[in-house]
Structures are given as structure tokens and as C-alpha cells.
């Protein structure tokens, strides 16, 4: 595996660097016996050191790198121990072969953040994704389980409560140690408007029969709510309404101008009227 550098740390740039900025600040051209020199090497030497131990604290973060206590931490998250009188290289072989796909990859914290009580669905944003977050920063956007009043299972915006479970999930010592920050943002109910009308069947109540229909709307758009992947179908909704008990036959359905959803937005039930065909 080939080594990498997470933070530039060679003295000599290091030191460039520093006199450039003092010469801009103090316009001034420095000499190398001039006593300014003394006291830049001096913060030079110093930077070099706060940056090695930034690099060792940043390899920490990850299996791949880290050492000593560091590691055991690691392999206590799979419950892999280190054996008697074993390296650290020797060690961290077993414990990527034990966890293999299941470090800190955006699988794992789907699968993680999914088992969460309350989340239908989630998107998970990373900076090659959306340039504009902050490097070290991932986005959140869920989708929570809701329940209506007629009972009906769906999807909705995310709450406050929702956020405390999911962070407390992912930073959880069973699952992390150090990871990613997160931030938050609401998924987006896309509404789809139109009208449904049905023939009923003879000897059904005209209001009966409506609170049927609309029963059966409401469970399709449930469905379709609970997930960023759902999609509105015509036929899909028709089919969903001949299961409506007092409906014959479905003999008009008017949706004109299905919006089209983006990233984080979901399906949801708009204005749906249901008429009856006498």
C-alpha cells in the first residue's frame, strides 16, 4: 500500500514560506545573517514539529496508519484483539481482512444510518459529489418514517429527534472512532396534484366509496414518499384505486405536469380530488 502525506510538513518549504511572508509584511529583503533569520528558523523548526504531529494524529483516523493503542482501538471495533508478541503491520493485516468494506465506506454508513428507527431513506453527499462542502464534510439528507391519521405509513421531512439518532449512531464507538462531520439538510416534498374519478359499484354510499379512493391515494403516495428512488405512475395509482372496495372500474385519472425531482427532494401526495362517474 503506498504511503501518503496528509499535511506538507518539509522544513525547507516550510521555511521559504515563512521568510516570503515576513519580506511581503515588513517589505523589507532579508539577509541570512540578519537577526529577523534567527528568530523565523526558530518558528520554522517549531511549525515542523506541530505538523508532525498533526500528520500522526491524522493517520490515527485510519486503520491503514495507525499504531500502537491507536490500532488496538481499531480492532476492538470488530472484536479482532491483537495476539501475543504481534506487530503492528502483522495485526492491522488481520484486521482489514476481518473488516474488509466495512471501513468508514459510504456502504457502511448507509447500511448504519438505514437501521436507524425512523429513517425510510437517506442520501449521503461527499465533497467529490458537491464541491462546495468544506473537505472533511458530509451532508445528510433523510427521509423519516411517518404515520398519518388514517394510520397510513410514509415518508416526510426529518426532525430535530431524528438528527440526535443518526449522529448518535454513526459516531458510536462500535461503528467509529474519528470520522467525517456531518451536517444536516431537510430533504424536499415534491407534491403531485390531479383528480381521480370512479364508477362505484351498485349499492355502494357515494361517501363510502370516496373514502375509499382516497384511502388507497394515500397508501400509493405513502409508498412512494418513503424513498428518494420512488416514482409516480398513472397506471401504478390506478391499480392501487381498483383495490378501493365499492369501485368498479377507474374511468378517468387527470395528472398533467408531473414536476421531475432533484437531488433530496421525494414524491409526496398533493391535492388529489376524487370524483364519481354516475
Excluded at 503506498?2 to 515576513?22: N, Q, R, T, V
Aim: charged share 25%; hydrophobic share 40%.
Amino acid at each position: 500500500m503506498a504511503d501518503i502525506e496528509f499535511i506538507s510538513k518539509a522544513p525547507e518549504m516550510i521555511l521559504e514560506e515563512m521568510i516570503a511572508e515576513y519580506q511581503r509584511l515588513a517589505g523589507v529583503k532579508l539577509q541570512p545573517a540578519d537577526a529577523e533569520m534567527i528568530l523565523i528558523n526558530c518558528m520554522a523548526y517549531r511549525e515542523v514539529i506541530l505538523r508532525g504531529g498533526m500528520e500522526n494524529l491524522m493517520r490515527q483516523n485510519f486503520v491503514q496508519y495507525a499504531t500502537g493503542e491507536n490500532l488496538d482501538n481499531w480492532g476492538a471495533l470488530w472484536g479482532t484483539g491483537r495476539e501475543q508478541g504481534e506487530t503492528d503491520d502483522e495485526y492491522r493485516v488481520r484486521i482489514l481482512s476481518v473488516a474488509k468494506g466495512t471501513i468508514g465506506t459510504k456502504a457502511a454508513y448507509f447500511a448504519r444510518i438505514k437501521a436507524v428507527p425512523g429513517v425510510s431513506d437517506i442520501l449521503i453527499i461527499q465533497k467529490f459529489e458537491e464541491s462546495i462542502l468544506p473537505p472533511g464534510y458530509v451532508r445528510l439528507i433523510p427521509i423519516m418514517e411517518t404515520t398519518s391519521a388514517n394510520m397510513v405509513s410514509g415518508g416526510g421531512v426529518h426532525d430535530a429527534a431524528l438528527e440526535r439518532s443518526v449522529l448518535e449512531s454513526i459516531t458510536a464507538k462500535d461503528f467509529g472512532i474519528v470520522g467525517p462531520v456531518f451536517v444536516f439538510q431537510a430533504a424536499v416534498p415534491v407534491p403531485v396534484s390531479g383528480s381521480v374519478e370512479v364508477r362505484q359499484v351498485y349499492g355502494s354510499t357515494d361517501e363510502q366509496v370516496k373514502r375509499n379512493v382516497a384511502l388507497k391515494i394515500e397508501e400509493y403516495f405513502g409508498e412512494i414518499s418513503k424513498t428518494f428512488s420512488g416514482k409516480f405512475g398513472v397506471f401504478d395509482l390506478e391499480r392501487k384505486v381498483l383495490e378501493a372496495e365499492g369501485v368498479s372500474r377507474v374511468t378517468r385519472m387527470d395528472f398533467f405536469d408531473i414536476p421531475v425531482t432533484d437531488t433530496g427532494e421525494f414524491y409526496s401526495q398533493g391535492n388529489v380530488i376524487v370524483n364519481l362517474n354516475k
